[in-house]
């Protein structure tokens, strides 16, 4: 830093934008998102009223879904992983990344999930749905199938909302039992889970020998 | 019916109200909740709008969370099952139920489920979790395990989200495959997920060991 620097230095809209998002972010994992005011977020990130409302002029409801945009970008960020190595180790990988992102956002997790009583969640709830669609088709894309069928992707949509459940049970069992073998358990289920589908069909019979020797 | 009983019999309060949510919940088959107004229950019950509106002088939230906790009554009579014969016949027979229930309402249940752009969702969401919490109550119970661990717990209510995606999933893929065929997938899946969790829990693994008794 030479001298000259000035010592608060003035932040981009993109940061700005960003740190007022995470102050949000924090308050949504201690309380509903319908209880916190954009005068609440000044606060936390210490900022100016005005200057939140400049931010987020159609407010808490902007607030909000700007707040599960982010959000929901940063899961996708988790999704993302090299095209290398043992499937399920793959996948347990993006499940850490998965399971660090709940851990970390706690309560602001399940609250953003569920919505609170915000108004227009049809828009929010196709945020939501964006994510677990990027979700399948990570998974379908790692899979390397062509084509999958109706069987192999519900299986996978299924499980996609079980690990999302999974999470919120797991929010709401006070982190129990411990994130690892919370991520193993998820891993163990979706070979179960395709087990059972390739029982009813040859595509995912196929995907499932393929894993037994991928190993 | 006696020559001197009018053709036109006034109906009690309940079947009235009965009758105006029936026809809510037809209408929310085929729209989104947000699009259906008091007057379009009018015109779909073929009663005056006065008198919609005095049943329900809360509007559209109130008709919308009255159509709710009238389908999540429907939904936990589903679950009312005996307790004698295998278990894995009953939970077939219930989701037998369940599913024809979803069938039924098809477009419906999704929209009451996912809720729609309606305020409250807050209270709406209770509703639905207290579906949910019943299904897991029932299953635990016919079980019949003592003091459920929090591993067998989870498996259960997991399972019941993987359920309720698959009804989702299911009405968005054009009600493929057919709806004995999902039954028996889904009651599959649940043996599958106790299986693995009896790997890593003594409580699931006796009960699993029980269930295989069981046919």
């Given at each position: 830093m030479t001298p000259s620097a000035p010592a608060y230095r003035r932040l981009s809209v993109e940061e700005r934008r960003s740190q007022l998002l995470e102050a949000a972010l924090t308050l949504f994992a201690h309380r509903a998102p319908e209880d916190i005011s954009l005068d609440d977020v000044a606060e936390a990130a210490g900022v100016s009223r005005p200057l939140v409302y400049r931010y987020f002029p159609g407010g808490k409801q902007q607030l909000y879904e700007a707040a599960l945009r982010s959000a929901a970008d940063e899961l996708e960020q988790c999704f993302d992983e090299p095209r290398e190595g043992p499937l399920l180790i793959r996948l347990s990988r993006a499940l850490d990344r998965y399971l660090a992102f709940v851990d970390e956002h706690d309560a602001g997790f399940s609250a953003l999930l569920q919505g609170g009583s915000v108004v227009e969640t049809s828009r929010t709830t196709a945020i939501?749905?964006?994510?677990?669609?990027?979700?399948?088709?990570?998974?379908?894309?790692h899979l390397a199938v062509t084509g999958p069928g109706l069987r192999l992707r519900m299986t996978v949509r299924i499980w996609i909302t079980a690990v999302e459940a999974a999470s919120l049970i797991w929010l709401d069992e006070g982190k129990q039992p411990p994130v690892e073998e919370l991520r193993d358990w998820l891993v163990e289920?979706?070979?179960?889970?395709?087990?059972?589908?390739?029982?009813?069909?040859?595509?995912?019979?196929?995907?499932v020998t393929a894993l037994a020797a991928d190993g």
């Open positions: 939501v749905d964006g994510v677990r669609r990027a979700a399948a088709e990570h998974i379908l894309s289920q979706f070979v179960a889970v395709l087990s059972v589908t390739a029982n009813r069909d040859q595509q995912t019979a196929a995907l």
